[in-house]
């Protein structure tokens, strides 16, 4: 352990610390700069132990003396020392920051995965199509040559039933009443109740 050592052999006593903040309540800047001297280090020291960041340390370090320039007047003696009242402010000012940092990071990591997350399950649907489109092809492959011809031709080709008729050189009747039964038979086929 090390022992201090005063050139002059007596201890020099330091700043009335009490004092000094009295007159930092009453706006006096030396007793403020005098005060600052004393408590700086352990100040920044006490901060950075918290933050680790040696940036926001000293920019919460001067949030802390704006404090103590602003809140000079709260200081109670009885309620404890001024070192130990300069110090509590740091240590919630610090704990504050470390708080704030860490909602910031929170709330951006959850906008992020709101921004990546997709509306819907990809694979599901995927799945799910294929497995509709698989369940079409084997519901047509029930019906009639002439309904699937008129089926396929109208809604898989987009032909209207005129068209659908004089490709296929029949009457427009005759297509109306293919697509009719077809459909319906695509219907109970499928499973799908009107």
């Known amino acids: 352990m090390r022992e201090v050592v005063h050139i002059s052999g007596v201890p ?3 700043p009335d610390l009490p004092a000094l903040i009295g007159e930092v309540a009453k706006g006096d800047q030396d007793a403020f700069a005098s005060l600052y001297d004393v408590v700086c280090s352990p100040v920044l020291g006490l901060v950075r ?3 680790r960041d040696p940036a926001q340390s000293e920019e919460v370090a001067q949030e802390v003396f704006v404090e103590v320039w602003r809140t000079a007047a709260r200081y109670r003696p009885e309620r404890g020392g001024v070192m130990n009242w300069v110090l509590t ?3 919630r000012r ?3 920051r470390v708080r704030s940092a860490q909602a910031s990071s929170d709330r951006e990591q959850r906008a992020a ?3 990546h997350t997709p509306a819907y399950d990809e694979v599901t649907e995927q799945v799910e199509a294929s497995l509709e489109r698989e369940q079409v092809r084997r519901c047509l492959r029930t019906l009639t040559e002439l309904q699937r011809q ?3 031709l109208a809604y898989y080709r987009g032909l209207t039933y005129r068209e659908v008729g ?3 050189a029949v009457p427009l009747g005759t297509v109306k009443t293919r697509l009719r039964d077809g459909l319906i038979r695509m219907r ?3 499973g799908v109740t009107s």
């Open 12 to 14: 020099s006593p330091g």
């Open 49 to 51: 132990s918290v933050l």
């Open 89 to 91: 402010l740091a240590h």
């Open 94 to 96: 610090a704990v504050d």
């Open 113 to 115: 995965l709101l921004e």
């Open 150 to 152: 008129s089926v396929t």
């Open 166 to 168: 004089e490709l296929l």
């Open 188 to 190: 109970d086929c499928l």
